[in-house]
Each structure stands twice: as structure tokens, then as C-alpha cells.
């Protein structure tokens, strides 16, 4: 489906929020974290604002029994730390391209990936360790390079950078998780990945995390600094992306706040089971390695698992979601409590708001495209129906085939709401049931051509 409408520039349509890195503020703050990493021993990395100016998406989450936490992100639960840096990984510009989420003990770990049998060696690597463990201490990722097609060679690229990651921080190489994204068939570059691990490790643990309880109130230089490391965390890997995605909720669990911050990354190559789209979501609840794991998984497929842009499916797929237990709940060890259900409603809220934040920002996109299937027995019946589609009050489609309808109506519909790079809203019927499921999308306009038209892949 296509919008109509002239294709003006996304930021001018959407009107999204700048970077503090252009506050005077931000700019003296980076003056003063910079001033001792002017020497060769920090020549591995930048932290310079220019390499990570970028604006984030509109907030996308569902409301609910939770309260959505301004400038939050996989910061905001209590036990974790993350920065990112320019490490030179593109091939070029100085946009960040290297993050690291820290938790600091070992944090529960959970995780989705590819069902591509093109499984990229971060990927192959990541279901290895949490195949032998149910802890890890730090998620590191990059852009530039997937190390995707990269044969034997990228595996042990991605073992070596486990390995370096593991030596600075002083933990074992099982205790690290990685994630990458970037042009498939090319090797990392090693001469400037591995000599900027050890010093990203410096910056990540030096992090003060002043915004983990609530709205931030920028007032003093090492709140600024915060918020700048944060930025850069959230634009490392941002590939197509024109915006940044992130977001974090705070919800009583066991009578106790519990936090969840997530971000991720994608705009194209998106299609449901995931498909080039990168992940990290934190909570500070305690719970259980294996109901973890469930509440992971049973998150990512109604939220990730439901989106598409242009029905491909990659080889890099990835969501990484750590506990750390450090908000001092009861253990969850039952996903069907009321504790459990609490935090997994909570947690699939965030994983939705993200994924809807992908498909807004699908390459070219204008608008957002939401379709909720209603009447089917099951939840899983109602994502996998393929009958009529109804907008507003035109029927567009019955049985997978298209009808005839009021293009003048459905035009005007899809202009105003294009123009405002707003949401399509299309509800299915297919039946008496209980059964509900959403799924979300965007058009392709001229803009998407244009941009895989320019791009390597």
C-alpha cells in the first residue's frame, strides 16, 4: 500500500525531538568528559556529538497499569549501565556504531533470534551460551558489519570479540552476548573492533545512571553526560533507521516498582518471525531462568514476531532481554501469579511499543499501518488469519482478494493521515471468538525505492 502525498522530509513531517548533544549544556559536558581522552590512549573511540545526532520515534507503547518513563531506556531498571561510542566500524561518517549494556552481576537472560537458516555468527554464538548458561553480565553490539555470510572466519571474529569484551571486564567469555548489524558478507573490521572494546568497557563502567527513577531535569554536567552516553546508545546502531527507538515503564510488582527498558533497531527488511531488526530489553524484577525465558519469547511474538515493511527476513534477528532481580522483589517463579502476569503484561506493552516504533519508521515510510483481527477462537488464530480487511467503513479485501471500494474516500483518509505521518487504523472481523491479535506495517513509498536503490548490501 502506498500513501499519497508529497514525500517531505520525515523530520520537517513528524517535527521529532532533537538531542540535548546541541543544548549548551551538552556541548560542556562533553568538554569536560573529553578532556582526559585526548590521548593516544583513548584514540580507539569518540564521543564527540556529532556521532550520534539523531532524532527518536513518537512514543508508540500501549497504555495501561504502568507509567511510561520519560528519557527512559535499558538504563532505567536498576542494575545496569550502557554507553556508546564511534569505534570507526562504518565504512563512513561518525555516527556511533558501538554499545555496551553492562549489569553489574549477572543478570537472567533471555532471548529470541532468527529463524533464517542463514543464521549470522553472533546469532549462532549467543543461542550457544544460553544454551549452557542462564546468567550473562554484558550485551555488546555494532554496526557496520553483521558478520553475516562470513563462513568460519566470522564465527571466530565473534569469538575473539566475546573473548576481548570478557578480559575487560573481568569475567568469563559465556558472561557475553552479542548482537551486530551492518552489510552481510563482510568481515568485521578487527583492527578497530578490538582495540576500542576495552576502552567502551572504561566508559560503560565510569556511567552514573541519575534518570533510572523517573523524569530527568537536566541541571547538572554529569546528568548531561547521562543523557548524551544514553543518545549514543541508542543511535549505535542505527542503520537505515532515521530515528532513534526507546522506551522504558515502571510497574508495581509484589508491591514493589519494578522498571523495564528496552531499545532496538530496524526500518527495513522487516517481516514477521523478526527480520533485521536488533533488541535489548532490561527489568530489575527477580524472576526464574525459565520463566524468563517465557515471558521473553511469548513478548517478542506479539510484538516483533507482528510487524512487516517489505516482507523479507534476515539473518541477524536478535532480542536480548536481561533480569537482574536488583529491585528487590519476591521471585517470580510462576508466569501464571498475579506477579507474573503483572510484569509480563508490562514487558509485551514496551516489546509492542518498540516494534511499532519499526514499522513507523519502515524505509520511505508516512504513516503507520495497525491492523487488529478480532473474533477468532485463539490469539494465535487471529495473528495468522488471512480474510477480510475492513478501513474504516470501506471492505477493502475478503478472502485474501481485493473488492471494490470508494478510492476518493480512501484516498482522503490515507492523505490526511500520511501527511501527519500518523496511524492507519484497520480492524478484521473474523468471527465470534475471544481470540485478538495486532500487527503493524507501513506503506512503501517512492523514498523506500530510492533507498535500497543506494544501498550495498
Given at each position: 500500500m502506498h500513501c499519497p502525498g508529497k514525500q517531505a522530509s520525515l523530520r520537517q513531517r513528524a517535527k521529532l525531538p532533537s538531542p540535548v548533544a546541541h543544548t549548551p549544556l551538552g556541548r560542556a559536558a562533553f568538554r569536560v568528559a573529553n578532556k582526559k581522552r585526548s590521548g593516544s590512549?583513548?584514540?580507539?573511540?569518540?564521543?564527540?556529538?556529532e556521532s550520534f545526532v539523531i532524532p527518536a520515534v513518537p512514543d508508540l507503547?500501549?497504555?495501561?497499569?504502568?507509567?511510561?518513563?520519560?528519557?527512559?531506556?535499558v538504563c532505567t531498571p536498576k542494575g545496569f549501565k550502557a554507553a556508546g561510542v564511534f569505534a570507526g566500524l562504518r565504512a563512513s561518517g561518525k555516527k556511533a556504531d558501538l554499545a555496551l549494556v553492562l549489569a553489574d552481576t549477572d543478570a537472567v537472560v533471555g532471548g529470541t533470534f532468527t529463524q533464517n537458516v542463514m543464521c549470522a555468527a553472533p546469532c549462532l554464538y549467543c543461542k550457544e551460551v544460553m544454551g549452557r548458561k542462564d546468567t550473562v553480565r554484558a550485551v555488546l553490539t555494532n554496526a557496520g558489519q553483521a558478520n553475516a555470510a562470513t563462513g568460519e572466519q566470522g564465527y571466530k571474529d565473534a569469538l575473539e570479540c566475546a573473548a576481548a569484551m570478557a578480559d575487560a571486564l573481568g569475567v568469563s567469555r559465556d558472561d557475553i552476548m552479542l548482537q551486530s548489524t551492518g552489510v552481510i558478507g563482510r568481515r568485521m573490521k578487527m583492527?578497530?573492533?578490538i582495540p576500542a572494546i576495552p576502552e567502551i568497557a572504561k566508559v560503560t563502567i565510569q556511567v552514573r545512571c541519575p534518570a533510572r527513577h523517573g523524569v530527568v531535569h537536566v541541571q547538572c554536567i554529569h546528568v548531561s553526560v547521562f543523557l548524551q552516553s544514553l543518545w549514543r546508545v541508542h543511535v549505535h546502531w542505527?542503520?537505515?533507521?532515521?530515528?532513534?527507538?526507546?522506551?522504558?515503564?515502571?510497574?508495581?510488582?509484589g508491591g514493589k516498582p519494578?522498571?523495564?527498558?528496552?531499545?532496538?533497531?530496524?526500518?527495513?527488511?522487516?517481516?514477521?518471525?523478526?527480520?533485521?531488526m536488533l533488541g535489548v530489553v532490561t527489568c530489575d524484577a527477580a524472576v526464574t531462568p525459565e520463566v524468563w525465558r517465557g515471558m521473553v519469547k511469548r513478548a517478542s511474538i506479539a510484538s516483533f514476531n507482528q510487524i512487516t515493511v517489505d516482507g523479507d527476513t534476515s539473518t541477524n534477528d536478535c532480542v536480548i532481554g536481561l533480569?537482574?532481580?536488583?529491585?528487590?522483589?519476591?521471585?517470580?517463579?510462576?508466569?501464571?501469579?498475579?506477579?507474573?502476569?503483572q510484569l509480563e503484561a508490562a514487558l509485551t506493552a514496551l516489546l509492542q511499543g518498540l516494534a511499532k516504533s519499526i514499522a513507523w519508521d519502515g524505509e520511505g515510510a508516512t504513516c503507520l499501518l495497525e491492523v487488529e483481527c478480532v473474533g477468532a477462537r485463539t490469539d494465535a488464530e487471529a495473528r495468522q488469519a488471512d480474510?477480510?480487511?475492513?478501513?474504516?467503513?470501506?471492505?477493502?479485501?475478503?478472502?485474501?482478494?481485493?473488492?471494490?471500494?470508494?478510492?476518493?474516500a480512501a484516498?482522503?483518509?490515507?492523505?490526511?493521515?500520511?501527511?501527519?505521518?500518523?496511524?492507519?487504523?484497520?480492524?478484521?472481523?473474523v468471527g465470534q471468538g475471544a481470540g485478538r491479535g495486532f500487527a503493524w506495517g507501513c506503506d512503501l513509498s517512492y523514498d523506500y525505492v530510492k533507498i535500497n536503490a543506494e544501498y550495498t548490501t
Open positions: 590512549a583513548m584514540a580507539a573511540i569518540s564521543m564527540e556529538p507503547t500501549p497504555d495501561g497499569d504502568w507509567e511510561k518513563i520519560l528519557t527512559g531506556g583492527e578497530n573492533f542505527v542503520h537505515a533507521d532515521l530515528v532513534s527507538k526507546s522506551g522504558a515503564l515502571r510497574v508495581m510488582v519494578v522498571h523495564i527498558g528496552g531499545m532496538c533497531k530496524g526500518s527495513g527488511m522487516i517481516h514477521p518471525n523478526m527480520a533485521t533480569a537482574s532481580g536488583a529491585a528487590g522483589t519476591p521471585l517470580i517463579s510462576d508466569a501464571n501469579s498475579a506477579d507474573g502476569k480474510l477480510g480487511v475492513q478501513m474504516g467503513s470501506m471492505p477493502l479485501m475478503a478472502k485474501g482478494q481485493p473488492l471494490d471500494f470508494d478510492k476518493a484516498n482522503q483518509y490515507l492523505k490526511e493521515t500520511c501527511g501527519k505521518h500518523g496511524t492507519v487504523y484497520v480492524k478484521v472481523t
